[in-house]
């Protein structure tokens, strides 16, 4: 069935690059997605891919699409404590519903 | 900006009681959803719907119902709350798009059931 997987914890320093990863099983996905969740927040959508498209680069964030591996990167460049969240991956389900991995933990210390 | 609210950022209640969590948004938006958050299991879908008065089951509907006679409001009840339905509800709403149709998320609901 469809699933998204996720590595569930990411520590890094402050200014260095973060990279969380993502597999998907869905290969008729149309568009694949990043969520952030804040401590006591709901989720925001941070970017989304169109499948047909490599990477896609959005100031100091790049998502990396492998459609062959069905493997989805974000790379967070100079990573800040504010980037301290939650990020969830995400691919178009049945309909207009989402299917969310279980997010990635980044913990940035300073 | 689009805004879903929720009615309560925390509720208590006990076991066996009927409650009720409500989601409005104000953008008009087609589709909305609730799901459940828990440590560990990340997002799971309870239930959504695509219009007034329809409704789909999702992932976990056991357990929950779901009411939607306005288009801006999507109510989730359960009908009879037991421990295992403590956790953390989000409702989310999108617009009818067929391309990257994106989730607007509520603050969430943390719902302890003793």
């Known amino acids: 069935g469809e699933d998204v997987e996720q590595s569930l914890f990411l520590s890094v320093r402050e200014g260095d690059s973060s990279v969380i990863n993502c597999t998907y099983t869905?290969?008729?996905?149309?568009?694949l997605y990043w969520y952030k969740q804040e401590p006591g927040a709901g989720l925001q959508l941070l970017t989304y891919?169109?499948?047909?498209?490599d990477m896609k680069q959005d100031q100091r964030l790049t998502v990396l699409l492998n459609k062959k591996d069905k493997h989805l990167s974000l790379c967070i460049a100079d990573t800040q404590t504010g980037d301290s969240a939650i990020y969830f991956c995400?691919?178009?389900?049945?309909?207009?519903?989402?299917?969310f991995g279980k997010g990635t933990t980044l913990s940035v210390s300073s | 900006d689009v805004k879903v609210t929720q009615s309560s950022r925390y509720l208590v209640k006990r076991t066996g009681e009927k409650v009720f969590l409500e989601c409005v948004q104000d953008m008009d938006h087609e589709n909305m959803f609730w799901y459940r958050q828990d440590p560990g299991l990340g997002l799971r879908l309870i239930y959504f719907s695509y219009d007034v008065k329809m409704k789909e089951k999702g992932d976990i509907p056991e357990g929950y119902s779901v009411s939607r006679e306005k288009k801006e409001r999507f109510s989730l009840i359960l009908e009879s709350a037991s421990t295992n339905q403590t956790s953390m509800y989000l409702c989310a709403s999108s617009p009818y798009s067929m391309v990257a149709p994106e989730q607007f998320f509520g603050p969430g609901t943390r719902l302890t059931v003793l």
């Open positions: 869905d290969s008729s996905s149309t568009y």
């Open positions: 891919i169109f499948s047909n498209m």
């Open positions: 995400a691919e178009t389900g049945a309909g207009t519903a989402l299917i």
